[in-house]
């Protein structure tokens, strides 16, 4: 089963080089940063750094690959988000886990650190998860980063079966559920945005309907 390591590998990668893309987009492009966590977005930046030493650690170039360029992006999207209007007070976990990711890999090396990494998904997206539930307007919220985020989490899980890599097992255990859980919320928000905006324009026709009654009742 050793042959799919490539394919998988290569497909993890993909993923991973361009599930923040839409997010950072989206961003750029609205210039608002309503619904999108300020705080998932700084620590996914550090735990993608931190993918890349592990990958270095465990000579898992396809993890290297994947996880560099994804710190930057989600480096950028923290930059927008603030610049765009997200309060720095929203930083929370973001320098916790920075010291405990420093601190697990300076005193037990690439085991302690894989054990935070294995958690540290969960840590990064529960804010995201947070605040899609508790706003009411996730408009800038990015649902293809977040459905690239489900597969992305599916195809390393596949991946650490095989491998027999338990860190990166919990990793695309961890991200599959969360990522998840976003984008069912971001779908419902949208749906119930659709209801809204419908009904908002049947009561539009209804009011155009009586004024125009009105008008020739009174010719």
Not at 51 to 78: D, E, H, K, M
Not at 180 to 189: F, T
Request: glycine fraction near 8%; charged fraction near 15%; charge should be positive.
């Amino acid at each position: 089963m050793s042959v799919y390591i490539p394919f998988l590998g290569f497909m993890g990668t993909t993923v991973g080089l361009i599930r923040a893309v839409p997010q950072l987009v989206r961003l750029l492009r609205a210039r608002q940063a309503y619904g999108v966590s300020l705080d998932t977005a700084a620590t996914s930046s550090i735990v993608s750094l931190c993918w890349v030493t592990y990958g270095i650690l465990t000579r898992q170039p396809f993890v290297c690959i994947s996880s560099g360029p994804t710190a930057i992006v989600f480096a950028l999207i923290a930059f927008f988000a603030i610049r765009f209007g997200r309060s720095v007070r929203e930083f929370k976990i973001a320098p916790f886990w920075l010291i405990v990711l420093l601190t697990s890999g300076l005193f037990a090396g690439k085991s302690g650190l894989g054990v935070m990494l294995s958690v540290s998904v969960l840590v990064a997206n529960l804010p995201q998860l947070w605040v899609a539930h508790k706003e009411g307007n996730l408009a800038d919220l990015s649902l293809g980063t977040w459905a690239l985020s489900v597969s992305d989490g599916l195809i390393w899980g596949i991946y650490s079966l095989i491998q027999h890599d338990i860190s990166i097992m919990a990793y695309g255990l961890f991200q599959l559920t969360t990522s998840g859980l976003i984008v069912i919320l971001k779908l419902l928000h949208m749906a119930t945005e659709k209801n809204l905006a419908a009904g908002a324009a049947r009561d539009a026709g209804s009011i155009s309907k009586q004024e125009k009654n009105e008008f020739l009742d009174k010719t």
